[in-house]
């Protein structure tokens, strides 16, 4: 594709000069005069800029759509040469939150036709660079807010989430839990969606909580719970083992993490990763079914019990 059409999609999905020359390794003039050969080219603005205001014309809408269909069938085309000559797939971009990154390597990733590059960063960030096009698709959680019209959300699974302390907190935690008020709670941190989701279910249950300690990792959370530091809510799969050896105790709470693949639109998925998106769905399944197990929860359920007092 014309490097000019390829700046100018850069900066409509951006929707800033600034991040798109920081995604696409130039400068803002340089960017700045690709833009405006590219509409002295085509006989027609593209782009409303001013100090108030940043989007598209209705010429650069009509440039947008056919530009992003292009760069789609050749990508499509690109593919499909690839795998009818023999040579090295090309490379496919994932990303993922936390813990559901473990599961890529259980689901089959090993097995895929593309060469695959994935990189773990919370829900927001994934989607910055899906729309950066730094990811051809990544697998997160509720987003807040919604995200661009461009972008298509499935719904992969839900990640049973669980609320765990170390042996020597069970009694204390069963009082607070029958007191309605976790006092030593390790969170994650405000600012992420799993931190609200996490809140929603847990106000939704009458429990109030008091953060001792916020953090965007879940295995220093772990590790921290596991030193007593207070009680967590964290991924089953994370704890499973934990759990299993009697160093983590579970209380009768399961909170339902729903997980996304989120793409652009239009974006062509080869059939191997559909086929994992397929198995990471499976996988997250039975690890709902057996977090319900142990927690002597129904499983048909998606929200949170808490035991009676």
Same mark, same amino acid.
């Given at each position: 594709?014309?490097?000019?059409?390829?700046?100018?999609?850069?900066?409509?999905?951006?929707?800033? &000069?600034?991040?798109?020359?920081?995604?696409?390794?130039? /400068?803002?003039?340089?960017?700045? @005069?690709?833009?405006?050969?590219?509409?002295? %080219?085509?006989?027609?603005?593209?782009?409303? %800029?001013?100090?108030?205001?940043?989007?598209?014309?209705?010429?650069?809408?009509?440039?947008?759509?056919?530009?992003?269909?292009?760069?789609?069938?050749?990508?499509?085309?690109?593919?499909?040469?690839?795998?009818?000559?023999?040579?090295?797939?090309?490379? &496919?971009?994932?990303?993922?939150?936390?813990?559901?990154?473990? #599961?890529?390597?259980?689901?089959?990733?090993?097995?895929?036709?593309?060469?695959?590059? @994935?990189? @773990?960063? =919370? /829900?927001?960030?994934?989607?910055?660079?899906?729309?950066? =096009?730094?990811?051809?698709?990544?697998?997160?959680?509720?987003?807040?807010?919604?995200?661009?019209?461009?972008?298509?959300?499935?719904? @992969?699974?839900?990640?049973?989430?669980?609320?765990?302390?170390?042996?020597?907190?069970?009694?204390?935690?069963?009082?607070?839990?029958?007191?309605?008020?976790?006092?030593?709670?390790?969170?994650?941190?405000?600012?992420?969606?799993?931190?609200?989701?996490?809140?929603?279910?847990?106000?939704?249950?009458?429990?109030?909580?008091?953060?001792?300690?916020? /953090?965007?990792?879940?295995?220093?959370?772990?590790?921290?719970?596991?030193? +007593?530091?207070?009680?967590?809510?964290?991924?089953?799969?994370?704890?499973?083992?934990? #759990?299993?050896?009697?160093?983590?105790?579970?209380?009768?709470?399961?909170?339902?993490?729903?997980?996304?693949?989120?793409?652009?639109?239009?974006?062509? #998925?080869?059939?191997?990763?559909?086929?994992?998106?397929?198995?990471?769905?499976?996988?997250?399944?039975?690890?709902?079914?057996?977090?319900? %197990?142990?927690? +002597?929860?129904?499983?048909? /359920?998606?929200?949170?019990?808490?035991?009676?007092?």
């Amino acid at each position: 594709m014309d490097h000019e059409f390829k700046k100018f999609l850069a900066v409509a999905e951006a929707g800033s &000069f600034t991040q798109a020359a920081e995604h696409l390794r130039v /400068s803002q003039p340089a960017l700045s @005069v690709a833009i405006k050969n590219l509409e002295q %080219r085509l006989g027609a603005k593209l782009l409303i %800029r001013d100090q108030q205001n940043f989007g598209l014309t209705q010429a650069g809408k009509i440039v947008y759509d056919s530009a992003a269909r292009l760069r789609l069938e050749l990508d499509a085309m690109r593919q499909i040469l690839s795998q009818s000559s023999g040579r090295t797939a090309e490379r &496919f971009r994932i990303g993922t939150i936390d813990n559901v990154g473990q #599961l890529l390597f259980k689901s089959g990733v090993d097995d895929t036709a593309e060469k695959l590059e @994935v990189a @773990v960063s =919370d /829900s927001r960030r994934l989607l910055e660079d899906l729309l950066l =096009d730094r990811l051809d698709m990544a697998f997160i959680t509720s987003p807040r807010p919604r995200p661009s019209s461009r972008l298509v959300l499935d719904e @992969v699974g839900v990640e049973p989430m669980v609320l765990v302390a170390s042996l020597s907190l069970k009694t204390n935690l069963n009082r607070q839990l029958a007191l309605g008020r976790l006092g030593q709670f390790l969170s994650y941190n405000e600012e992420s969606n799993t931190h609200h989701l996490i809140d929603r279910q847990l106000r939704r249950l009458g429990l109030e909580y008091a953060p001792q300690v916020s /953090s965007s990792d879940p295995y220093l959370l772990k590790s921290l719970a596991l030193a +007593g530091r207070g009680a967590s809510v964290l991924p089953f799969q994370l704890v499973a083992a934990e #759990l299993k050896r009697g160093q983590l105790v579970l209380a009768k709470t399961i909170i339902g993490r729903p997980v996304y693949s989120a793409y652009q639109s239009g974006k062509y #998925l080869p059939p191997s990763v559909v086929k994992l998106i397929a198995n990471i769905g499976d996988h997250l399944s039975r690890n709902y079914t057996a977090a319900c %197990r142990q927690a +002597g929860v129904e499983a048909k /359920s998606r929200q949170g019990v808490l035991p009676r007092p």
